[in-house]
């Protein structure tokens, strides 16, 4: 009975540490996730259950490690976190504060990633590189931005503070501030000129250019096919007074 009552002991110290931790050097994510989530319910529920928060903390660990040199232990920190959260983050990678990964399984983050201030990704995002090249080969993301799930950001590419990326969309070229990406390649479309105040976390519902221009073609052919009609009938109706 005795072992009992000191795991449980022991247990509780690791909790109470654990809590104090994570309030101390992870105020921002705990916030970001109150604020993005509805499922949120409290800071101890983010705490305990959340990998994306769990991720950041083996993350700081590795990036510390890595920033001293150190090759091998920072790989063995990030790969540790890996498998327990499911969520990769290479150690060499800079990310800002207020990140929120949602649900996270399959997020990968690449070594030469920077990542801005308030950023939103969710589960199955890549933030990868392209080719061989040593140096910086992957994204940097501004503030406020929101990548949807499985979408792929790839290259040393530039994408602007308040940009909405749509899921599954693959991003390999800049993207200006204040405007959404949507689709395979990547295409982008601003929000009627207006810029994105706060952080929109309704990707699912981001304009479709090709669809749009689509539309816009068939209306033009509409159009047309109505003017040659009545160009037509008028000619019918001139040819039938003649006669």
């Not at 909405?164 to 800049?174: D, E, K, Q």
């Amino acid at each position: 009975m005795d072992w009992i009552i000191k795991i449980a002991a022991i247990l509780f110290i690791f909790a109470v540490l654990k809590a104090f931790v994570y309030k101390l050097f992870f105020r921002d994510e705990i916030r970001a996730a109150l604020e993005r989530d509805p499922a949120a319910t409290s800071q101890i529920a983010v705490i305990f259950t959340y990998p994306g928060l769990h991720a950041l903390l083996y993350h700081r660990i590795a990036h510390a490690l890595y920033l001293w040199r150190w090759l091998l232990i920072p790989r063995l920190v990030s790969q540790a976190g890996r498998w327990l959260t499911g969520i990769e983050i290479h150690a060499g990678a800079q990310i800002g504060r207020g990140l929120f990964i949602d649900h996270g399984m399959g997020v990968v983050i690449g070594e030469t990633t920077v990542i801005g201030n308030n950023v939103t990704l969710f589960q199955g995002v890549t933030l990868g590189g392209t080719g061989k090249q040593k140096g910086k080969r992957h994204p940097t993301l501004g503030n406020n931005v929101v990548v949807g799930t499985g979408a792929c950001v790839l290259g040393d590419i530039h994408v602007g503070d308040n940009v909405s990326i749509g899921a599954n969309a693959v991003v390999v070229r800049n993207v200006p501030a204040n405007s959404t990406v949507v689709g395979v390649p990547g295409r982008i479309t601003s929000r009627e000129g207006k810029k994105v105040h706060g952080i929109n976390l309704d990707y699912t519902s981001l304009p479709d250019p090709l669809t749009q221009a689509l539309s816009k073609l068939q209306h033009e052919i509409d159009k047309i096919e109505g003017e040659l009609k009545d160009f037509d009938a008028g000619h019918k109706d001139k040819e039938h007074k003649k006669e």
